[in-house]
């Protein structure tokens, strides 16, 4: 099995970034974690950031036929991306959408998400945690 882990802007900046809602752990620590996880449940991972919507649809475009799952944090683009929607839409493939923060308990603006109509499942909240229950819920429902 092949999972894309697929990161929204401004989530290269983990660690730096606002760490009382988003923790201290850097986007490498994230990385590092969730290969970590992958070798430990013998699948193969991938993790891409972008802080462009455009290079987030590719990407998406990229996974049909390469990744059986993705898990994806779209950050600020959860909110408004009609276009990250299509695009999963267009593939197909399982996603799991992921929250670091509790964006329910946020702006009302964080409380609407486009991916959200696609996605199967959403982990909010759970920190960088989240993206491991993420992973092993593809793992579990798909391997
Ligand atoms: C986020 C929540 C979004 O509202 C925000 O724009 C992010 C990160 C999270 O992981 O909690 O960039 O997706």
């Not at 401004?10 to 974690?33: H, Q, V």
């Not at 036929?65 to 959860?78: E, K, Q, S």
């Amino acid at each position: 099995m092949h999972l894309l882990i697929l990161n929204g802007p401004n989530l290269n900046l983990l660690g730096l970034r606002e760490p009382d809602i988003y923790g201290k752990g850097s986007y490498a620590d994230l990385c590092g974690m969730i290969q970590s996880h992958a070798t430990e449940r013998n699948i193969t991972v991938e993790c891409k950031q972008s802080n462009h919507e455009g290079v987030l649809v590719e990407w998406i475009q990229d996974a049909y036929g390469n990744a059986d799952g993705i898990v994806f944090n779209p950050g600020a683009y959860t909110h408004t991306s009609i276009a990250l929607l299509d695009a999963l839409k267009a593939v197909g493939i399982p996603c799991v959408e992921v929250h670091i923060s509790d964006v329910n308990e946020r702006e009302p603006f964080r409380q609407i998400s486009y991916v959200a109509l696609y996605a199967e499942k959403r982990i909010i909240g759970q920190g960088l945690n989240g993206y491991l229950e993420a992973m092993d819920y593809l793992i579990d429902k798909y391997n």
